[in-house]
């Protein structure tokens, strides 16, 4: 019933776009794939263009792969990356010509860490995308984290507009947006538990990763599916010329990685794995109990990918990873991801380039327990299967073409317990849930002139609740006003949402551009937290009949700045973001295994908006950056607080990090981060009063406190091992929380245990200062 | 899905071996006095009694000043029963027993404002039998108590348990429903963290039967910081009660059943 219009709308952008083409003076176009000479991977986001023509230049796509379109002529072809050396070639236009480019590694320069442009020298000044931060994952090693473990979410956490809610939370909070409101995604599978052991490590293993992109705004029309942000990860596909291990040996985790040729310079694969064994201290603890616990978790990433030829590419790629906590006898739970793609490369001709991916997504726990007459089983699981078609069409010097189809099948198993007989627990199923989605994107990267560049277009998404399944409908109440039963297959509700993206940038000089930018992004899939830490027991649960999706509208302007040679990077950015359809809990709810869980939801709206302020320094002996975000996020739902609007828990008005770098001599680089943030809004009582004999507190607003603000240095030393042939190895040394600062992790009240009748507040801290050291290898 | 989260609490702990508690002064806002409305019918001959009290700031003595001159009402069958006061804040009247199945209102008039509640009386069930669990736990041997009872099959019940240890209140609520264990013999081991069990304790235990609003008060209520143990909770607010005028307290008409073991 929609596929009209769609079509329609794809048919008339591409006859536009031929006319204009059609007018101008014959053009050719070079393309070809980028890549790092010594391993063979490609190159993402490097910079081509014609040194003769001004206003040219595209960046390699996800694969490395760049169409550039010109007149008829002889020009010099230059391609460069950052931490790698330009490469010139001279061409003749004359037809379509392809031309691979192998770049070779520059490590004599001293690299910034982060780039929010990584590999574009003033992209953050050319591009009309904005809202984007790109991490350079090689400069990782230097950043210090806690248990010295290289941690991409981690690091992101350090660039403003992210934010995250203390220790012990991997959970990131993106410009106002709720942390099931990022879209993660591993080699374009969605991630949907994105850190190990109740958030202090995330599931992305350093080791494995090639790209990491996160879009806080003016999200491209190929994203969809989550309101807030986009964290795209890609994975390293593997050395195609030679054999190569790499690992790290730490205090409380390590890794390895082997990758190599399957056939030289046709296909290559990668494996890594990483395990904990903090558990390994837990059997030298004198208490019985604690011998017997088992914590742990372990991660694999593989992949391999295969040019059958010039045009045509294979790749695989998966994940595996799993999170083990028990008491042996007693109980055992254990959660994880897998994930697995299977993605394929066609390049039609020099200017149209497809993929075709194949998804399996799984998220799954399990809690079980084994005591005596009280033994159950609760299995909750959600399974995607999904198909993407993504073209990009590389129509002009001022017109490249992005545009594609998704479809992806949900399965939601949201809690089924199991027990024996003889248990006290019963047994029971809830009802799975199904969902289709699918969607359909355009969007035009347009260059009209050389000061202007626009990303316009739109993304139109669909959902449908299908059966077989036994549906209620609730009132605001929550209680139910009808149940109809429906068949496999048999739709229950669908819902359309058109997404318009738009953005767009002016250069004001050569140093220093304005943007402004505008999305709509909509959301079917929600997390239920029940508690304010990120727990694996989390429920996730689809749009329906009671659940309408969430819907996101975000406007954001900034302003960017270059000084003289790129050295030092300046932005502002101010956004506006509006989000309908939120969901909450009714007062009182009980969530673990509610077969009608729908019926304890409240549903609101939300606004934020803030400014975000950034200097980089990329070069020179010390580099590093500085980041200030003042913002504010409100939540208001007629059934909570009385209507009022209050502020989010994750709201922080101030959040300051500074991280610097400063490489001393050859061999030794040091490091420091500092980090401030307000503290979480909290619901203080305001009163205390006396009921069955026990005090308890009165609380007349919800969130109108803060917790004691959060701050904490860190400080981190790398040294080089002496240079060999083929070996390199260093010492990694960290310290966090150098002055040991308590930061609250929850304050509670209790009576006072020498005098009753005061009662007194209770602060408890997770980590205080935390010393690491790492052993990395490489050969 | 307690013990889960008691255990998975412990872990957090084990990992930040460098993690710890500290009083601290937070400067809470005080709030104006609230009033507090407590009451309840039981299956026993008893005088009925309500409190009626005000809250105090955080920072004052917890001592909670009755609210005297209001009008208490409580409706037992067509008419009502006026309580008068008989200390600050205490309210009382006739013994009444109440009866399963019946339904029971109060009202409160307090500084022209008026306040009611209704309560049903759920259908009584007993305790099974009472015993001891030993744990090892960190090191030492803990004892917990445990309530064993039946839980009737295809009908909806709500259980509340109070507990005391030679007489001293322990503060943790405990409230469950059927919702995974209907129509099972049921086994509920209360831990708390009052009190260390020892050898020669009394404990007190009273299993009351309670109406689904009541349940939802006292499930809400033992959420909140200072009972959760570990278990951080969604953002806290006042537990829902069945007043149809915002007030804080409860109005509620339960089944007791009381026994005493002793620890051995």
Redesign the interface.
Known sequence: MYKFPVFYLLLSVLFCFCCTSAFAQKNYAVSGTVKDAATGETLIGATVRMLEIKQSGVATNAYGFYSLSAPQGSYTLAVSFVGYGTFTQPIVLTANTQVNVSLTANNTLTEVSVNANSGHEADNIESAQMGVLRLDVKQLDNIPVIFGEKDVLKTIQLLPGVKTTGDGNTGFYVRGGGSDQNLILLDEAVVYNASHLFGFFSTFNTDAIKDVSMYKGGMPAQYGGRMSSVLDIKMLDGNDKNFGVQGGIGLIASRLKVEGPIVKNKGSFMVSARRTYADMFLKLSPDSTTRNASLYFYDINAKANYHLNDKNTLFVSGYFGKDVLGLKDNFETNWGNQTGTLRFNHVFNSKLFLNTSLIYSNYSYIIESYNANRDFKVTSRIRDFNLKEDLQYFISDKHTLYFGVNAVRHTIAPGEISSSGSSSINSRAIQNRYGLEASAYVSDDWRPFDRLNIIFGTRLSWFSLIGPGKINTYDTEGVVTATNSYSSGQVIKTYFNPEPRVSMNYKLTALSSVKASYNRNTQNIHLLANSTASTPTDLYVMSSNNIKPGISDQFSVGYFRNQADNTYEFSAEAYYKHMNNMIDYRDGSQLVGNEDVESQLVYGQGRAYGVELFVKKKAGKLTGWIGYTLSKTEKRFDAINSGQYFAATYDRTHDISLVGIYKTSKRVTVSATFVYGTGNAVTYPQGKYRVGGITTFYYPKRNADRMPAYHRLDLGVTLDGREHKRFHSSWTFGLYNVYNRKNPYTITFRDNATDPSRTEAVKTSLFGIIPSVTYNFKF | ?K??YR??AF??V???F?????????N????A??L?I?GSIINIAQVPTVRI??????DE????PGVSGATVRITTGTSPILLTESSPGVYQGQPVVGRPGRTYTLQVDVDGQTYKASSTMPNQIFIDSVGIEEV????KIEKNVIVYYADPPNEKNQYRF?MSINGK?I?Q?FARND?????????VPLYQDDVDIKTGDKIDLEMQCIDERIY??W???SK?????MG??????????NNFDTPV???FSAHTVNRRTVMVK
């Open positions: 899905m013990a889960f255990l998975a872990f957090i084990v990992i930040a460098s993690s710890c508690e500290k009083v601290i002064d937070l809470l806002k005080a709030a006095p609230q507090v407590e009290s005000r809250s105090v700031g955080f003595p917890s001592s909670f090892g736990f960190r090191g109070i209140l503060t609520v919702e995974f264990n209907d129509g099972r013999t049921v086994r939802t008060y499930f809400t209520f909140q910081s200072g009972n959760a278990n951080a909770s969604v953002a806290p607010t006042n537990p829902p804080l307290g409860y």
